[in-house]
């Protein structure tokens, strides 16, 4: 029965099963750390699948998992009168709903694919893998998580292992950028945590009242916030009779602007938003090349997740008054990330600014408050998040062979290694929107969207299009075309185990390309109850 | 009547996407059985779009749809599906023959090439994506099968990538085309938040903007959703200012020249806004704008193939001038005669390309100064190019006489004599430089030129796998004419895709007919004596008027304006960024990282184990204590 069986714990702490498995296995034993690291990742990738079959898009929240973790006493002298209990409750609670399946599965999906292309690491196997499958525990976690807290300690363990997978094992320049972002992505986190602390020191209060004694609750708990913000009138009211006429829970329309503007920057850093930005590009450049798809495929996908979950789900009307400012945003991260990309040097910075452009269409779709255009966006996060894989997977491939990725020193590879090179045109085509690609859906329904509110964005986005064409035509020609320079002559084409993950990345983004409906139908509902919930307060 | 075949036209494009399949999975294992998978592929297809233009030519047959949903949720709704009616299923037949036919051809023209199963991977794409492009039943479906024709167009013109040429050309191709293909993507969203219901099919389109007026739109937003649909076919079918991609795309393997960029995706543009016409219709400014820009088109376009060297270039600059009349037919009025013209041309200009193949193939060099005498060497393909070459100049009773003269008599019906003028003096030019063309190349003594150019090598006539497309092409060329001629009754090719209300005759038909031979006589005599005869000296003109010379020669220097206007300022915008990121944004962060480590540094100095300074931070703390107790009283 799945309401008894705690999926999402096996899920989220899948990966940690292997951490302990691989402590066990001597450090030599290479050939079975690799297997034992992929098997550990190919299983929340199962149980992901298994849960996406089971899951029904009209039920809101599924698979719940909910416990009191931790009660801190708080306060005595306010258990008075029939108040019995008056406790900060640290709650575990997990759910899954249509905005969260998808991003588990690209979560777990691209976990897989970048354990497979860990083969190319050479020293430290086993603490790599091990911090390798901390980061995948730490972003199922973040998808997951409904209590604030839990949530941020996720979030936080990912910026750990990440620190220490680009110290150890990037390239030449690793410690900076292991630094760089650290500092950056705990300056965000700290901006969270003040956010989420002011949450729940308003909204996070609960009064439960059961057979004639109350119970004062202060927590991290989604719901309960959600509900309180949802619905001011309802706990303001109580407040005062519990607590003799005193009401410190009461949320003034500066605080809501307060919470929601740190949101935005704590989650606008990790997005990146435009001019947020720059702590992405030494990561880009200098992490190992399956953290680098993990990075670009999933982590800054936790941006926009907590953007729209905690940001505009939880503060719908200032979200929807900043709409404009969040759509402009959008709009000059798309150009700003296109122009910059049509100049840069370095493949792999390329497709950092493209990434950077590519979130950019992700707040477009955000800023639509209608269905289609968010749809697009959490459509967009799932497409980007396998196209970069497959193109930084790709790069990697190629500084693997020719030792750079310089575009200057690259050049006709389509001759020496053809396979790479079509992969490289079909990734290329899926980043710059060609339809039949994933590229396109999210792009589309994003412009889609945002049109009915905001056509001179709109228009103006779509014209960023050209650019981006231009930006990813003018670096895989430069790769691909061309006449072959000498030192490429010996090239070997992919080997099976690197041509696997590219395959099953270009399918799954064909795939999401034919068949969108894949991953709009699950979203739909969950979508239709924010938007309903938008109409009652809006 | 009972429809059959149109219920399998999905299957149409079906075959192709097989044979690509096939081919891209295969790999390079595959030769000859790889071009015989794509060609028996498109014979497949052929023959099912050529059972349902049979079915639709009965007349009764009821039009077909079948739709289905693409993204489906609650809030709002995507459909893909197909339509088979007259004009699809006339489009079907041309489209599956065509490529058919150079299928056939490549076999010959690519034998060498050690990426033929690569190419008719390509080839099979294309034809699916230009077949799925044509059955598209919505404008969403469209724009998806633009795009991919669009790329299609682009690996193919990149096809030998290894060529510096070819890569810049590719790229051109596929940044210019996008450029209108963005108009195109704003038009489909516009009509999905201005249409009822937002529909975005053919059909419901039709019925809001039916009969020229749309009560439920307003003037200004109809003008602007026809004006952007047609910047995605000014992006496609090359027309002014978007054209400078199609002369460029000539560096791909001439089959591909004669598929893609003169029979079929360059007329993609014209058959988007066929199908869209009733928004053209409901807006006087843009049908004036798309009957203009033709026009212009035209002839812009024909005074810069008089000049070119290239054959193929020439060939190319002539199809942008074909295609500017098609528009210029729509922008006037006449849906059939811009269909007609697109049929027609579709056939004698990919016969002039498969022949001028076939040229290339024999004497290895695109340059027409350096052939010559060619006739005598290769008869059929003389004979062949001739049949088109003549049809292109509108030359009675070869089919581009007709279609031509339709177009011309609708301009001037319509009251535009300024564009029936650009028209005919268009006519005028095509005619010249397709005499001039053929003479260079086919006229003369045979062996003088060729043999001291193309080295000793001697020039044969092309294979039979090439030169059988070369004749069957040739039979439409010179009669497809036929199916609708300017006489009270005739007009059956109007009156089957228009019904009932199509009138074809033209008050001033017999003026233009005579006007039309007339012209197409004189430009054919003036090229004769100039290039066939040599009574006129060929350099007389350059002699006379070496501006224009010049001018034309550099294509009235558009591209130079596009790299000096717009790519040179985007990458200079560019490079500003990158210095704006790196030491304004880049600074800022370095800035505040500083600051820290600065506020670090002083505080580690004041910890320096002497009395007097802890003293110090005592007293100052004291001193922020005090102010900060004592202040609050007063805040």
Redesign the interface.
């Known amino acids: 029965m799945p309401e008894t069986i705690p999926w999402l714990t096996f899920l989220v702490f899948a990966p940690l099963l292997g951490v302990v498995v691989l402590l066990l296995v001597p450090r030599r034993q290479t050939r079975l750390l690799r297997l034992i690291a992929v098997a550990a990742a190919l299983l929340p990738l199962a149980l992901s699948l298994w849960l996406f079959g089971q899951y029904d898009a009209a039920v809101p929240d599924q698979f719940r998992e909910q416990a009191a973790w931790m009660n801190v006493a708080l306060n005595r002298e306010a258990l008075s009168g029939s108040v019995t209990s008056f406790i900060y409750q640290f709650q575990y609670d997990l759910a899954l709903d249509g905005i969260s399946l998808p991003l588990v599965l690209l979560a777990a999906f691209i976990g897989c694919m970048a354990a497979l292309a860990s083969v190319n690491i050479r020293k430290r196997r086993k603490s790599y893998y091990v911090w390798f499958l901390l980061l995948e525990t730490g972003m199922l976690g973040v998808f997951l998580a409904r209590d604030l807290l839990l949530f941020f300690l996720f979030f936080e363990l990912t910026l750990v292992a990440m620190f220490f997978l680009i110290a150890i094992w990037g390239y030449f320049d690793r410690e900076k950028a292991a630094n760089t972002f650290l500092?950056?992505n705990g300056l965000g986190s700290a901006v969270m945590l003040f956010a989420f602390i002011l949450l729940i020191y308003t909204a996070g209060f609960q009064a439960v009242e059961a057979a004639g004694s109350v119970e004062l609750i202060y927590s991290g708990s989604y719901d309960a916030i959600a509900a309180n913000l949802l619905n001011p009138e309802a706990y303001v009211n109580l407040a005062p009779n519990l607590m003799d006429g005193d009401n410190p829970f009461y949320m003034s329309g500066e605080m809501r602007w307060t919470v929601f503007i740190l949101l935005l920057v704590a989650f606008g850093i990790k997005l990146p938003i435009v001019?947020l930005?720059?702590?992405m590009l030494h990561v880009h450049k200098e992490a190992p090349v399956p953290v680098v798809m993990i990075h670009s495929g999933v982590l800054l996908k936790m941006g926009a997740y907590g953007l729209l979950r905690f940001g505009m789900f939880l503060f719908p009307a200032e979200a929807r008054e900043a709409a404009a400012v969040i759509a402009w945003l959008g709009l000059a991260s798309i150009l700003?990330g296109a122009?910059?990309a049509?100049?840069?040097h370095d493949f792999k910075l390329v497709l950092a600014y493209s990434s950077l452009s590519h979130m950019g269409i992700v707040l477009l779709g955000l800023a639509s408050f209608?269905?289609?255009g968010i749809?697009g966006a959490v459509f967009q996060l799932v497409s980007h998040g396998l196209i970069s894989a497959l193109l930084f997977l790709i790069a990697g491939s190629i500084q693997e062979r020719t030792g750079t990725t310089e575009l200057a020193e690259l050049g006709?590879l389509?001759?020496s290694v053809p396979f790479i090179s079509g992969v490289l045109l079909a990734g290329g085509?899926a980043s710059l929107g060609?339809?039949?690609l994933s590229g396109?859906?999210g792009e589309?329904?994003s412009?889609?969207g945002l049109?009915?509110s905001m056509k001179v964005v709109?228009?103006l986005a779509?014209?960023g299009?050209?650019?981006t064409?231009?930006y990813v035509?003018?670096s895989v020609?430069g790769i691909?075309?061309?006449?072959?320079r000498e030192s490429g002559e010996e090239l070997r084409d992919a080997r099976l185990i690197e041509a696997v993950p590219m395959i099953a990345l270009l399918a799954f983004i064909i795939l999401l390309g034919l068949y969108?409906?894949v991953l709009?139908?699950t979203?739909?509902?969950s979508?239709?109850a924010f938007?309903s919930q938008l109409r009652v307060g809006g | 009547m009972d429809t059959v075949y149109s219920h399998y036209a999905w299957l149409i494009p079906i075959f192709p996407l097989g044979a690509f399949l096939i081919l891209a999975a295969a790999g390079r294992g595959m030769r000859t059985a790889g071009s015989v998978t794509a060609m028996a592929a498109s014979l497949a297809s052929l023959v099912l779009s050529v059972l349902v233009l049979l079915e639709r030519l009965n007349g009764r047959a009821a039009e077909y749809n079948a739709s289905f949903d693409w993204i489906a949720t609650r809030g709002f709704q995507l459909s893909i599906g197909y339509d088979v009616t007259n004009l699809t299923a006339l489009m079907l037949a041309m489209v599956s023959l065509i490529s058919f036919l150079v299928s056939m051809y490549s076999a010959g023209y690519m034998k060498n090439d050690d990426r033929i199963t690569v190419f008719y991977a390509y080839i099979s794409l294309f034809t699916f994506s230009m077949l799925g492009l044509v059955l598209a039943d919505n404008l969403l479906m469209l724009y998806m099968f633009w795009e991919l024709v669009g790329v299609c167009s682009f690996l193919l013109i990149g096809f030998w990538y290894t060529k510096p040429a070819a890569k810049a050309a590719a790229k051109k191709a596929f940044l210019v085309t996008r450029v209108g293909d963005v108009g195109l993507l704003i038009a489909v969203l516009m009509l999905f938040w201005y249409m009822p219901e937002h529909e975005l099919s053919f059909s419901a389109i039709q019925n809001v903007f039916n009969e020229g007026q749309s009560g439920l739109i307003a003037q200004g937003i109809t003008t602007a959703i026809a004006l952007l649909i047609f910047t995605g076919a000014i992006g496609k079918s090359g027309q002014f200012p978007l054209h400078v991609w199609l002369p460029d795309a000539m560096e791909g393997p001439t089959p591909i020249s004669a598929l893609i960029h003169a029979a079929t995706m360059v007329a993609a543009g014209v058959f988007l806004i066929a199908r869209t016409y009733s928004i053209f219709e409901a807006s006087a400014a843009a049908m004036e704008t798309v009957a203009f820009i033709g026009a212009f088109t035209a002839l812009f376009a024909a005074s810069i193939a008089m000049v070119q060297k290239d054959l193929k270039r020439i060939l190319a600059y002539s199809t942008i001038s074909q295609l500017g009349f098609m528009m210029l037919a729509l922008g006037a009025g006449s849906l059939t005669g811009g269909i007609f013209h697109l049929l027609t041309h579709a056939f004698f200009k990919a016969l002039l390309f498969l022949g001028a193949g076939s040229v290339i193939h024999a004497v290895h060099t695109q340059n027409i100064h350096e052939m010559g005498g060619l006739g005598q060497r290769m008869r059929i393909t003389a004979w062949t190019f001739g049949i088109g070459a003549l049809a292109l100049a509108g030359v009675p009773p070869l089919s581009g006489f007709w279609s031509k003269d339709a177009i011309l008599a609708a301009v001037l019906d319509e009251g535009h004599p300024l564009l029936f003028a650009a028209g005919l003096a268009a006519s005028l030019l095509t005619a010249l430089y397709m005499s001039r063309l053929f003479f260079l190349v086919f006229g003369g003594k045979s062996g003088a030129k060729t043999g001291a150019k193309t080295g000793s090598r001697k020039v044969l006539e092309s294979p039979l796998v090439m030169t059988v497309p070369l004749v069957v092409l040739a039979v439409p060329a010179a009669l497809l004419g036929l199916v609708e001629l300017p006489w009270e009754g005739w007009g059956k090719l109007g009156s089957w895709l228009l019904g009932s209300t199509y009138s074809p005759q033209h008050d001033s038909s017999a003026v233009v007919m005579i006007m039309s031979t007339a012209v197409a006589a004189l430009g054919l005599y003036i090229g004769w004596l100039v290039y066939g005869k040599g009574m006129i000296s060929r350099t007389a003109a350059a002699a006379r008027l070496p501006w224009l010379v010049n001018v034309l020669e550099n294509k009235y220097y558009i591209d130079e304006l596009y790299r000096y206007c717009i790519v040179r300022p985007v990458l200079g915008i560019g490079t500003l960024l990158v210095l704006f990121d790196r030491y304004i944004v880049g600074g800022a962060v370095r800035l505040a990282g500083g600051l820290a480590v600065l506020a670090g540094k002083a505080g580690t100095r004041m910890q320096n184990g002497q009395v007097q300074t802890y003293g110090l931070l005592t007293a100052a703390g004291l001193v922020i204590l005090i102010v900060a107790v004592a202040g609050r009283r007063f805040w």
């Not at chain 1, 691909?480 to 072959?484: K, S, Y």
């Open positions: 500092i950056y001019p930005h720059t702590w700003y122009l910059l049509l100049r840069q209608n269905e289609i749809q006709g389509a001759r085509l060609l339809p039949g396109f859906v589309f329904l412009f889609l049109f009915e709109t228009v779509a014209a299009m050209v650019i064409a231009a035509l003018r020609l691909t075309f061309g006449p072959l969108p409906s709009t139908g979203t739909a509902d979508l239709q938007l």
